[in-house]
Structures are given as structure tokens and as C-alpha cells.
């Protein structure tokens, strides 16, 4: 198969383009398909300071990697969630990224700020792991962002991605979670970061095309906790229909972008206000992740009193608080 | 050749020259699902591939609920 920009030998198809590039072309193309992403949806410009989530996966590091050789002002922010030595490891791939290519790089360390790590939390208040886990990111996303002078957080969902949450959507027809669901989230109160996903025109294997050709060393292996994951078994249905069909995911949810969320959009403006405890926003008195880490508590203090094995905690739990970061670039 | 599948952990030995795939099918393995590389180079699947060859299938679907 030949580039169909040079003709030299390609090394990358994308059979819902018609196309094939080698790998010079490739990130070409990649480059173009970010940045008409950035443009088309109004995402940040090269004045703003984008926070970019980093897990040391493919998707965050090809993200962090594309956004700064375009030239914007993008930090990265890994979160250390605990999980064993999946944590450990990709922590050790974003270090080495960021060591690398001179990025700056923020770190915010959940078992030492809150006495636990994200399994912990989950089983202290009987969350499935990757719900306290979500909670956790989305607090400390914006939080940092908010801290730090961000303006935007950019998270790397690529078109596989949100193609199955889309389809998630549409199997239960969550109407209220299809009206929200977008590449941007806009700031709608002074304490809430804008949320971008700069990757929704990328499909999950060109994203880690990119990664290879780029040289990026991610980690491949899976969090331990995402095994059943019901995103994968979507993600299983789409790759199917793919194979038949090349475009298929982009059909389902470029299309929804163009033609079906408008149709689903409401006029019910959510009010938000700040949290009593951590003063971030939230449409409750307490937002949920301080209720999460209070009841966690509550229950790791109870567990201690009645002199149950419990995990040790570290430090006392608190919402409030600037979190553990420094640059490692 | 010799085929590394990454995601379950295991290599097996696939015997002739043949396209990748045709490596794929035999394998049970769909196309949108991985990259294949050999040496640091990526693969298209009109590729040949031969005995003397090893082979990586890197899986490329990630994700749990977020």
C-alpha cells in the first residue's frame, strides 16, 4: 500500500478516509484533523493555558504531544490514583515524557491527599472503582485548572470513545446525558474549567499510530479495574461494525454532533453554586466528592473504633487544600 | 513467524508467507483492534509477512467508564 501523498510505502490505512499516509504524512494528517477539531468547536486558542489530563495512556500523551508541537500553552496533570503498579507505571511514562520534551507537568496525588486511593474510596462507600475513580479526576481536573489559572482542561476521549458512550447512551435513551454530551463543555460559573476533548475526530487506533510513529513510550497495558467495563463491550460492538462498514463510529457520532444533539438540546439551565466545603461548584450544598471522601472517612473511623482491619490512613481527609504539585519537566 | 499478541499475553507461530490480514482471520483478530508492528516499523494489512519474521499485535481499544 502506497502513501497517497508520496507514494512511498504507507504505514498507516484509515479505510473511513479512503486513505493511506506514511508515517511523515500520517502526522500530517493527525495535525490537521486537531487542529479543524480546536477550530470547529471554538475549543482554546494560542493565548489560552490548557491543562491537558495525562495518564500516561496513548490517547493523553499523543494529545499533550500534538497540542504542544502546534504551538499551544498545554501543562499536563497526572493524577496518582493508587491503583497499585498500573499507578506506578504510568506515572513513570508521564515523568519520562514530560523529562524528555521539556513539558511542564503538574501532579496531583490522591492516596496522600486523601489517606486513600481510589479503590479504597470505592469500597468505603460502595461505588463500583471506576465511579469514585471518574468522580475523583473530573474534582481534581477542574479544581487544579481552577487553582492554577487554567482556563480549559483538555482530556484525550478519542471518536471511539465518544462513539460508545454515545451508543451507551442510546441503548438506555438518556436523554438527559445525550443533551450534555459534546467535544466542549462550556465554563458556566467562575469556578468551572472549560472541558475540551481535542481527539473526538481521531479514531482509537490513529491515536495510537501517532503515539508509535511519534516515538511516545505509553503504557499498553489496561487499568486493572476496567476489565467488564461496559465502554468496552460498546467499543467491541462498534469495532464489529467498523470492520464491516469503514465509518461506521464517525457516521454515529459526527452525525449525532451535526444532526442529533440539537434535537436533544434543553433550555434548563443547571444552577450552579459553591461547595460549603471545598468551594468548588457543584448544584448541591455538598458536591460529591466531598461527600464521597466525608462518608469514606466516617467509615474508615468507624471501622478503626470497633478495631477492624482497616486500611492505614495516611493523612486526615479533607476537601480544602492546593494539591501536591511541582514541575517535572 | 513469530506473532506477540500483546493483550492476551501469548505468542504463537504462524508457518508461511501470507499478508497480515490473512494473519488477522487466521488468528481471530479484528483489523480495528490492533496495530501491527515489526521491529519499530507499523504494517498495513496488505503487508507480507514471512517465517522469518516476528511480529507485534498491539492492542489498541482502552477505556473504562470515563
Known amino acids: 500500500m502506497r502513501c497517497q501523498r508520496c507514494r512511498g510505502d504507507a504505514a498507516v490505512e484509515i479505510r473511513r478516509h479512503h486513505a493511506a499516509f506514511c508515517g511523515d504524512h500520517f502526522i500530517e494528517f493527525f495535525d490537521r484533523q486537531v487542529q479543524r477539531a480546536i477550530e ?9 493555558r490548557v491543562l491537558v489530563a495525562v495518564s500516561g495512556g496513548k490517547d493523553s500523551l ?22 497499585g503498579g498500573y499507578s506506578d507505571e504510568s506515572h513513570r511514562k508521564t515523568v519520562a515524557y514530560a523529562g524528555a520534551h521539556g513539558a511542564d507537568l503538574l501532579v496531583a496525588d490522591i492516596p496522600r491527599e486523601f489517606g486513600m486511593s481510589v479503590e479504597e474510596l470505592a469500597r468505603a462507600t460502595r461505588r463500583v472503582s471506576c465511579s469514585a475513580c471518574g468522580l475523583s ?17 483538555a482530556t484525550g476521549h478519542n471518536l471511539d470513545d465518544e462513539a460508545a458512550v454515545l451508543l451507551g447512551n442510546l441503548l438506555h435513551w438518556q436523554t438527559d446525558y445525550l443533551a450534555r454530551q459534546s467535544p466542549v463543555l462550556p465554563s458556566t460559573h467562575p469556578t468551572l474549567a472549560r472541558k475540551v476533548k481535542p481527539l473526538y475526530r481521531i ?51 459526527w452525525g449525532f454532533l451535526e444532526r442529533g444533539r440539537a434535537l436533544l438540546a434543553t433550555q434548563d439551565a443547571v444552577t450552579l453554586r459553591a461547595c460549603v466545603h471545598c468551594g468548588q461548584p457543584t448544584t448541591a450544598e455538598v458536591c460529591a466528592f466531598c461527600r464521597m471522601t466525608e462518608r469514606a472517612a466516617e467509615r474508615m473511623r468507624v471501622q478503626r473504633l470497633r478495631g477492624a482491619a482497616a486500611p492505614a490512613v495516611a493523612a486526615p481527609i479533607g476537601a480544602a487544600g492546593a494539591p501536591d504539585s511541582g514541575g517535572a519537566g | 513467524m513469530k506473532v506477540m499478541i500483546r493483550h492476551q499475553r501469548r505468542e504463537v507461530e504462524v508457518r508461511g508467507r501470507r499478508r497480515v490480514r490473512e494473519v488477522l482471520v487466521e488468528l481471530g483478530v479484528n483489523p480495528e483492534t490492533v496495530l501491527v508492528i515489526r521491529g519499530a516499523q507499523l504494517l498495513t494489512h496488505d503487508a507480507q509477512v514471512g517465517d522469518e519474521d516476528t511480529i507485534e499485535l498491539r492492542p489498541v481499544v482502552s477505556g473504562g467508564t470515563e
Open chain 1, 62 to 83: 499523543a494529545l499533550w504531544d500534538v497540542l504542544r508541537r502546534l504551538g499551544y500553552a498545554a501543562t499536563g496533570l497526572y493524577i496518582n490514583l493508587g491503583i
Open chain 1, 203 to 253: 479514531a482509537e487506533r490513529e491515536a495510537a499510530a501517532y503515539a508509535i510513529i511519534r516515538g511516545i513510550d505509553y503504557i499498553v497495558d489496561e487499568c486493572p479495574n476496567s476489565v467488564g467495563a461496559k465502554s468496552l463491550l460498546y467499543k467491541e460492538a462498534l469495532n464489529l461494525l467498523e470492520q464491516a462498514s469503514p465509518g461506521a463510529k464517525q457516521s454515529l457520532y
Open chain 1, 137 to 153: 479526576k473530573r474534582y481534581l481536573f477542574n479544581r487544579v485548572a481552577i487553582d492554577h489559572g487554567f482556563t480549559v482542561v
Open chain 1, 40 to 48: 470547529d468547536e471554538r475549543m482554546f486558542t494560542r493565548d489560552d
